[in-house]
């Protein structure tokens, strides 16, 4: 019987242990802008627990950044008409740790090279 309830707990454990990987996916940075369309580049930085797994920029914007490897803390322009809604797509190690991200706007700048006050600019990053 104590043999049982041995294999039993240790079952469990096995069981609630394997629900807790790291499941890798996706999270999606969207930018809130008051000027909507009329944003010719923005500077802006995204940190998390772990080094991203991979970048994308939607089609009609052009992407500057390191080069891979990523790191924990990386930084990202984009050039052309920036839309508000999503700007950038991270790959990430563990989607269950998404709110561990942040992104931060650094710099924004018109279409005649000025820089813009950030006030009312923000980026979210969702699933």
């Known amino acids: 019987m104590k ?4 294999v039993v707990l240790i079952g469990l454990a ?3 242990e394997h ?3 790291p499941v890798a996916g996706t999270l999606n940075v969207s930018l809130t802008t008051p000027n909507g ?6 500077l802006f930085t995204v940190v998390g627990p772990a080094a991203l797994t991979s ?15 990523f790191g924990l803390a990386n930084r990202f322009v984009l050039t052309g008409t920036i839309p508000g ?3 950038l797509t991270i790959g990430v190690a563990d989607v269950g740790k998404a709110s ?8 924004v700048s018109a279409s005649n090279s000025q820089l813009r006050a950030l006030t009312g600019y923000s980026l979210k990053l969702t699933p």
Not at 37 to 42: H, Q, R, V
């Open 3 to 6: 043999r049982l309830l041995l």
């Open 14 to 16: 096995a069981a609630c």
């Open 19 to 21: 629900g807790t990987e």
């Open 37 to 42: 369309g009329s944003d010719a580049a923005i």
């Open 55 to 69: 970048v994308s920029a939607p089609a009609g914007v052009r992407l500057f950044m390191q080069p891979p490897p």
């Open 85 to 87: 809604g999503t700007i």
């Open 100 to 107: 561990a991200y942040t992104a931060t706007v650094q710099q």
